[in-house]
């Protein structure tokens, strides 16, 4: 059974930084963020994949959000730099299965965390 467990978002001014994490247990080869905002459709923040090598980042957060995996604790980061309010959000964390079709099974039926709120003030 694959559990996620997303921890680390809370409040902070425009211009700041966070650095939340989540914490899987199970086989997981390929994990990413998301984020959803009231009122708005969920989408994909940023992934990881462990075989492929490959890491991408929404046009919205890339060269400001830092994604890496943890390989020996099973923990996946997403560093938040320069937030803004518009990355006010519960972000969740999700994985895929040990597929060559990982990622695209991370967009289709992942794995989910329960979500950590990230709130940006002006």
């Known amino acids: 059974q694959v559990q996620l467990q997303e921890s680390g978002g809370g409040s902070v001014q425009s211009g700041g930084s966070l650095k939340p994490s989540c914490a899987a247990s199970?086989?997981?080869?390929?994990m990413g963020w998301f984020r959803q905002a009231p009122g708005k459709e969920r989408e994909a923040v940023a992934h990881?994949?462990?075989?492929?090598?490959?890491?991408y980042y929404a046009d919205s957060v890339k060269g400001r959000f830092t994604v890496s995996q943890d390989n020996a604790k099973n923990t996946l980061y997403l560093q938040m730099n320069s937030l803004s309010p518009e990355d006010t959000a519960m972000y969740y964390c999700?994985?895929?299965?040990?597929?060559?079709?990982?990622?695209?099974?991370?967009?289709?039926?992942?794995?989910w965390g329960h979500g950590t709120q990230v709130t940006v003030s002006s």
């Open positions: 999700a994985a895929g299965p040990p597929s060559p079709r990982c990622v695209k099974l991370l967009y289709e039926n992942p794995y």
């Open positions: 199970g086989d997981t080869r390929c």
């Open positions: 990881i994949d462990i075989d492929g090598g490959n890491i």
